[in-house]
């Protein structure tokens, strides 16, 4: 029987006359990679809000691990094993790398960073936080300020950042968004080896990144499910062939 670590049925978001997401079915199957792909204004990030708790469905149900946790709040969610990370970057410049982590640690929900924390304080999660810039080759820059650094170097410090929770599914959007190709590489190798004892799904444009990584693809187009598949599968569906030659048109 197949695990499903992710289920959501029937899941519809309406904004005000305008449906996002309609009547998706995505299952998501325990210690895989599963890609959401599809052209811009498919639905993909509002799917991600939904699964997290950022908006409320307008009907549909999601399960995580035999629990219902439809409607429940983002930083419940989080605490049952549910991570993100964002399509936008969302660091602090003049905090350092190691800061972020510590905070990250230190937050009950591992969703805001709390400023008042006292220094001595977050001195308890120094080792935990060093160990997940490890985790993303960031150790040797634990010290310095992310302000000072390249594009790729604060992503991987969001993907420690989303690993603080040590999540069982993670959610990376975008992850290799505006990189150029050694930035790719190294993500699609840093994803590889924290996707180890967990499920991941991502969203992302880039069809290397896809097929290097993705055990299932689903293709979401105006907020429905088009086709889902193996990658190869899905790349020569015909449908997805034509709504992506659209996107290219349009
Ligand atoms: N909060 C919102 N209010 C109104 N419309 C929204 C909102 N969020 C997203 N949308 C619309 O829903 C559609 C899907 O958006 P999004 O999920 O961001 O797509 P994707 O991530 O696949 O590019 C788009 O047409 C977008 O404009
Ligand atoms: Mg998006």
């Known amino acids: 029987m197949t695990d499903h670590l992710l289920t959501a049925s029937g899941l519809t978001k309406d904004f005000r006359g305008f449906t996002a997401v309609k009547q998706v079915d995505l299952s998501v199957?325990?210690?895989?990679?599963?890609?959401?792909?599809?052209?811009?204004?498919?639905?993909?990030?509002?799917?991600?809000?939904?699964?997290?708790?950022?908006?409320?469905?307008?009907?549909?149900?999601?399960?995580?691990?035999?629990?219902?946790?439809?409607?429940?709040?983002?930083?419940?969610?989080?605490?049952?094993?549910?991570?993100?990370?964002?399509?936008?970057?969302?660091?602090?410049?003049?905090?350092?790398?190691l800061e972020h982590l510590e905070l990250a640690l230190a937050s009950p929900t591992g969703l805001g960073l709390k400023f008042w924390r006292s220094e001595r304080s977050l001195e308890q999660f120094h080792g935990r936080a060093l160990e997940l810039l490890d985790q993303v080759g960031m150790a040797d820059h634990a010290t310095r300020e992310v302000g000072q650094f390249a594009y790729g170097q604060k992503r991987a410090v969001e993907l420690a950042l989303a690993l603080a929770l040590d999540p069982q599914l993670l959610l990376l959007d975008?992850?290799?968004?505006?990189?150029?190709?050694?930035?790719?590489?190294?993500?699609?190798?840093?994803?590889?080896r924290i996707a180890a004892g967990r499920t991941i799904v991502f969203v992302d444009h880039n069809m290397h990144v896809v097929g290097s990584l993705a055990n299932r693809v689903t293709v979401l187009q105006q907020g429905q499910i088009l086709v889902e598949g193996s990658y190869e599968e899905v790349r020569q569906d015909e449908k997805v062939i034509t709504a992506y030659l659209g996107q290219a048109h349009a």
């Open 174 to 192: 975008e992850p290799t968004a505006g990189m150029g190709i050694d930035d790719v590489d190294r993500t699609i190798e840093l994803i590889i």
């Open 29 to 97: 199957e325990r210690g895989t990679v599963h890609a959401l792909v599809g052209p811009n204004g498919a639905g993909k990030t509002t799917l991600f809000n939904l699964l997290t708790g950022f908006l409320t469905p307008t009907s549909g149900t999601i399960t995580f691990d035999g629990k219902d946790i439809t409607g429940l709040q983002p930083e419940n969610i989080a605490h049952l094993g549910i991570a993100r990370s964002f399509q936008i970057t969302s660091l602090f410049d003049n905090m350092t790398a």
